[in-house]
């Protein structure tokens, strides 16, 4: 598919709070997009409304795929049961493969102050799907930054852009996941792997997919291609992700993702029983 990806379909974000009553806006894991393979859920979480997020996300286990979040603004504070502890800062990633079982709290490391950034839940293969848990925590530094000559700021966290490899490795999926910021008049064509699935979701401003405009708050489902043509007249910044789809049946039931049914069964009764 040597051509350009259009959009298939636009996804408006539904505001929708989670954890202990953290405020967010998801997009994929909803009624319009139940699930886009093999991307399971995407959470945006942006406000400088304490009351929003200050009650985080307590203990919770994740069995069978893999979270990731990147900080844009603010902080955040990962635990996990197996006594790994840290603090995700602004430009900050964490890829976490839960694999067969983590049980975890993310808590804003704040009281005030904006606190802003995404969740990815990306699967596993069900050959991957009981893998013993790894972290992928990516310093704000380490994610390399490149400004291009046509007014575009990349922060590339996995894959490939303008020539530069992101610092996420070793992901079934073979992931591409960018931020994008396009100053008024910019553009930037990233190269996707055609037969991936691939979206962007606009977080600031608005941003063209082709001759399309895409508003802030709103995902766009991308068609097959080799790349995405992207442009602001107005300026904008958004995510561009894509990954290999798994095409497997998902059995999923909160923050379990498995094959079956009967999976997903035996993880709840390994989490109740603190075999995880
Ligand atoms: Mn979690």
Not at 115 to 136: E, I, S
Not at 163 to 184: K, M, N, Q, R
Request: aromatic share 6%; net charge negative; glycine share 12%.
């Amino acid at each position: 598919m040597n051509s350009p990806r259009a959009i298939a379909k636009i996804i408006q974000s539904q505001v929708t709070s989670d954890g202990a009553g953290v405020k967010l806006r998801r997009s994929i894991g909803t009624q319009a997009c139940s699930e886009l393979d093999p991307f399971l859920l995407l959470d945006a979480f942006g406000t400088d409304n304490p009351d929003d997020y200050i009650a985080g996300f307590p203990s919770h286990p994740h069995r069978g795929f893999e979270t990731v979040t990147y900080m844009i603004a603010g902080q955040m504070r990962h635990k996990d049961n197996t006594g790994a502890e840290g603090v995700l800062g602004p430009g900050g990633v964490q890829w976490m493969t839960a694999g067969r079982g983590i049980v975890h709290s993310e808590m804003p490391e704040q009281e005030d102050g904006e606190l802003h950034g995404f969740q990815l839940w990306v699967n596993l293969p069900a050959a991957d799907k009981m893998c013993v848990p790894r972290y992928q925590n990516i310093e704000p530094a380490d994610v390399p930054e490149i400004m291009t000559d046509q007014g575009a700021r990349l922060r590339i966290i996995a894959g490939t852009a303008a020539g530069t490899d992101g610092p996420v490795t070793h992901i079934s999926v073979d992931p591409l996941y960018v931020d994008v910021a396009l100053t008024p008049g910019a553009t930037h064509v990233q190269a996707v792997e055609a037969g991936h699935t691939c979206f962007a979701y606009v977080f600031e401003g608005s941003a063209a997919i082709g001759d399309k405009t895409v508003d802030v708050h709103t995902l766009a489902v991308l068609t097959d291609g080799d790349r995405v043509e992207l442009s602001s007249d107005g300026g904008g910044r958004l995510i561009v992700v894509a990954g290999r789809p798994i095409e497997e049946p998902v059995a999923r039931y909160g923050p379990f993702v498995m094959n079956t049914r009967d999976e997903i069964h035996q993880a709840i009764r390994d989490y109740q029983t603190g075999n995880f």
